[in-house]
Every structure is written in structure tokens, then in C-alpha cells.
């Protein structure tokens, strides 16, 4: 009897000393995020180099997907439509329960710069997980941003007559390829040094796969 009620104790004990960061539909969310963004931007990369909207930027085949024109745009509409529903899932439930607010703000350029100095010389604390420095709350809502560039003006690329008021707003059909190649830049910058982050912090993608 003294060992049965033990377990409930200690069990309890661990879970207060190791508390959950991300509850599990964060962390579905945003693997779901993850998988449909790196699949629109390496069968992106093929579509892109059909018809490059910069004759002297060819991306290397062997880092793109689909295999040709027709099999990359399969792959890019499905990863389109994955990550249009799954984003406004992940938008709907950050806002409806606060965590939007409470996580990514307030956030001013002064905190940005100083984090940004701390980072650079080395000394910017990890210790708390759960909390976003400044420099990690601007990247985040910058993606999210930058996220829907991309999706809005892959509408106008992929039904421009369909929606003349985006295709307006982005400057033209041309001018929407263009913003279209920057914004997936930005993306895979942002994947880049995420990723890099990630392999200084090996303790961030535990937190992302369980939770705590």
C-alpha cells in the first residue's frame, strides 16, 4: 500500500518539477506546418526552374522535388492545401486562447536589439525554454507573415484571373512571381537557422516532440 501510494507521489513530483511547454496541439500544428512548408519550397524550387523568374538563379534538381514540371505541382497544391487549413487551425486556437498575445508579445526594437547583442556575443540565456527572447518572437511572427506572402501570392500565380484585387495589391502578375521567389527565400533562410539553433539547443526539439 505504501509503494502504490508512492507512485501517484512521485509522479506528481516530476510532473510539477517538469511541466508541459507545448501543449499537443502545438506541437501537431506545427510539425504539420513544418512537413507541408518544406514540401511546397523544395517542389517549389522545380516549379520555379520551368520558368525562373531570374534567367542567373537555377536551383540544383537534386534538391528540388517532383521529378518534373507536372509531378511538383501535384506535390505543391497538396502541401498548398495542408498548410492553408492547418495554419488557420494553428492561428485560430493561438488567438482563441491567448497564447498568441502572451507569447509573442509585448515586443519592442529596442528588446529585439538587445537580445539580437546578447545572442552575438553569446550570452542569451536558454535556461527557460517555454519563454521566447525577443529575437525568437519577431522570427516567428516574421514566418507567419511571410507564410501568408506566400500563399497569397501563389493565388495570384495559380488563378490570377480568378482574384484581380490580390493580383492588384502585389503589383501585376510579374511582380507576384517575384514577391513569390522572396518570400520562399525568406523561408528557407528561416529553416536554415532555425534548424541551426535547434542543433545548439538539442533540448528545444525534445520539447517540441513531448511537450516538456
Known sequence: MDTMKAEPALAHTISARDPQIHPIWLRLTHWINAFAALIMMFS???IYDASPV?????????????????GALQWHFAAMWLLVFNGLVYLAINLASGRFT???????????????V???KGRLSHADLGHYNAVQKLAYLAVIVDLM???LSGLVIWKSVQFPLLRALMGGYDNARIVHFFAMSAMAAFVVVHVAMVALVPRSLLIMLRGR
Open 149 to 151: 506572402v506566400l500563399v
Open 44 to 46: 517549389g524550387w522545380r
Open 102 to 116: 502572451a507569447k509573442f508579445f509585448p515586443l519592442s526594437p529596442r528588446a529585439v536589439l538587445c537580445d539580437l
Open 54 to 70: 531570374f534567367r542567373d538563379i537555377i536551383i540544383p534538381p537534386a534538391i528540388t522535388l517532383g521529378g518534373w514540371l507536372g
Open 118 to 120: 546578447a545572442a552575438l
